[in-house]
């Protein structure tokens, strides 16, 4: 218990502003957070869980939504068209017209349908039958129904449709394309709506959290007047805070991207069965290094943000009395 | 050190808790500030802490003037002073050590320093082996010296202390005080606060005496007894 001071052992304390220091502080400030968060460990799972499926929500409609486009984008380029012939064509004429393009190279098969067959087909399909019947001649065309081979691409197809309808015997073709760009037009509006829903829930993101801190901030209000007395600056005392929310956002976006795979995972099986059914190789593309990292980050910029806020507003309030 | 001229502190409900009190504390004194409950001295602490300021007069501490220290300025002139507590104010969820290595941390020296000053200083107050504890495990005399022992951690240079013997029987308070006795020793400038007139005289220090916010001359003090 002896005394040991001497004149400059008096000497005030100066801080050394050394880089490493400040590395040190916040290491051991985001572990003492990390330690914080473990002893109370339902409490905190709680939290990363509703941030983990608020954000998977939109990351894993937008995974869907980008494996419709690309399934649907080779669809496109595999559609079957229609060839009306001009009614003057007789049969053996249509008959050699379907042989000779259903060699072309970018043409995987060509069917005829006579205009007889199509009226045939029209009677009973359509119910007017018996009006059909008082009809002297027929009055539909035949009609080739050409199926491109798969490796065409956009461009080749649109090529392709019009040599076909260059020809001296066609009279229309008619592609049945309205529907895929209908279905796209959709994906764009999903697309969209994700965007609206992802930015409404990230604020949903950004309330629990600084909700979350907000409590904590008051259960430790005398922990941080007795530091703020002996001495701390804002900054100081609203660090652990800071840490407590990069924590909970980077738990939470690394939970949402299992909670994607995991779904993904969960549906790879009935996908490639259905795929199986359409001869089709549809394989199901999950979320990408730049999208998981997108994921992680803004969760943990939601997190830091929220925090932020918070005790920026808590901690000016919370003085000495 | 602490120099104080007219300075009034008015509270909100138009109580005064100081009036027009002027007084000096020299570098390396050791005063004793007495007084009735509600006779001013936390307010007068609470001046010198930068905790409240005052409705008028000047309050200038170690050559600054407080009126000029702006609110972003005060963590940084908090830890000039070394400040102990009735209630002790310790944190309760860490160990003895953390609780005195705390303002170091505040002030940003780096760990191995820490590790080093933590210890001169528990030693100080005679708890080094305590330092792996949690302040409940201690006697209110310990817990005490734990906080003073992170009011003396920083090496200030001056100390103010808020009845810090309040909580604590004769024979512990002697204890403390004789640890503050022996900060003066080397250059500490103390201010205490304190209704505990037998042992400040035991002691032998100047004693400052409030009463309604003036300042009372102990002289007259003694002439109204006899």
New interface residues.
Partial sequence: ?A?????D?????R????F???L??HASTSLGALGRLSRQPFASLMIVLVIAVTLALPAAINVIVKNAQSVSATWNNALDFSVYLKADVPVSDAEELARLIGQRADVESVSLITADEALAEFKQQSGFGAALDQLNDNPLPHALVVRPSASNTSASMILLQEEIGNLPESDLVQVDTEWVQRFHAILDIVRQAIAIGAALLGIAIVVVIGNTIRLDIENRRE?IE?????????A?VRRPFLWTGFWYGLFGGAFALLLVEYGLFLLKGPVTRLAGLYQGNISVASLDLVESAAIVGVACFLGLFASWVTAARHMYRI??? | MIHLDNVTKRFPGGQEALAGLTLSVDKGEMVFVTGHSGAGKSTLLRLIALIDRPTSGQVIVDNQNTQRVKRRKIPAYRRQIGMVFQDHKLLYDRPVFDNVALPLIIAGVSHRDAGRRVRASLDQVGLLHKEKQRPQTLSAGEQQRVGIARAIVTRPKLLIADEPTGNLDPDLSLEVMRIFRRFNEVGVTLLIASHDIALIDRLGCRRIELEDGHLQEPQEEADQWQ
């Fill in positions: 218990m005394v040991t001071r001497n004149a052992a008096v000497a005030p304390v801080s050394s502003g050394a490493s220091i400040w040190t502080r922990e007795v530091t703020k007395l002996i001495g701390a600056s804002n100081f003085e000495p009395r």
